[in-house]
């Protein structure tokens, strides 16, 4: 047989491998480059939809943070009204007559002294506090089968409307301070519903 014509087949054998090989490795790289393509589509759309639940969480929870800080600021507002409201109430008890004064403080007297403290009377509105105020405190322990042996200690307290009673053991305040705070839980809810109409505490 001719050996030309043997190289010749030889040569286009390898001609064509080499071409379907080339081909191979063309098809290869286009379908890494398709899926590379489709990897990074995923991945950017995965980033992108965890992008979005992300700010739409943050948005959220932010959201949420900005009401709690209303709501607060709102609660704090409403104390400070409420803290007010029972000041302004301190006040007028403040100015109460002499007359009036005296019947609260010796309802006072009467509900908690035993009947042989010294008292001392507050600063505040003390032109209630007289020798017939101190007779008529006593008289009115002695009906209901207490001691009537309050007196006059002949000082002063500071800053409060009233009288604080002393023993050696104990200290009892019969003050308007006392009993503003003694019925200041009491009443909050009504001072509220009064401020507050349409959205109490």
Do not use: W, Y
Not at 13 to 18: H, K, T, W
Not at 168 to 197: G, I, W, Y
Request: some cysteine.
């Amino acid at each position: 047989m001719d050996t030309q014509a043997i190289l010749d087949i030889i040569g286009r054998d390898a001609q064509e491998a080499a071409q379907r090989a080339l081909l191979e490795a063309q098809d290869r790289v286009l379908t890494i480059q398709e899926q590379s393509d489709m990897l990074t589509a995923q991945l950017k759309d995965d980033t992108q939809k965890r992008a979005a639940r992300e700010a739409v969480q943050l948005a959220d929870r932010m959201g949420r943070l900005a009401e709690l800080e209303f709501r607060k600021d709102q609660l704090t507002a409403k104390r400070r009204l409420i803290d007010r409201s029972f000041s302004m109430a301190l006040d007028k008890l403040h100015h109460l007559s002499p007359e009036k004064t005296a019947d609260i403080i010796l309802s006072l007297i009467q509900s908690n002294a035993s009947g042989d403290e010294m008292m001392l009377v507050g600063s505040i509105n003390s032109s209630f506090f007289t020798a017939e105020f101190v007779q008529r405190a006593n008289d009115s322990l002695i009906k209901l089968g207490k001691p009537g042996r309050l007196t006059d200690s002949g000082q002063k307290v500071g800053n409060v409307s009233g009288l604080v009673l002393k023993t050696p053991q104990s200290e009892l305040h019969c003050t308007m301070e006392a009993l503003l705070n003694d019925k200041r839980e009491a009443l909050e809810p009504a001072v509220a519903a009064v401020l507050f109409p349409d959205n109490t505490l």
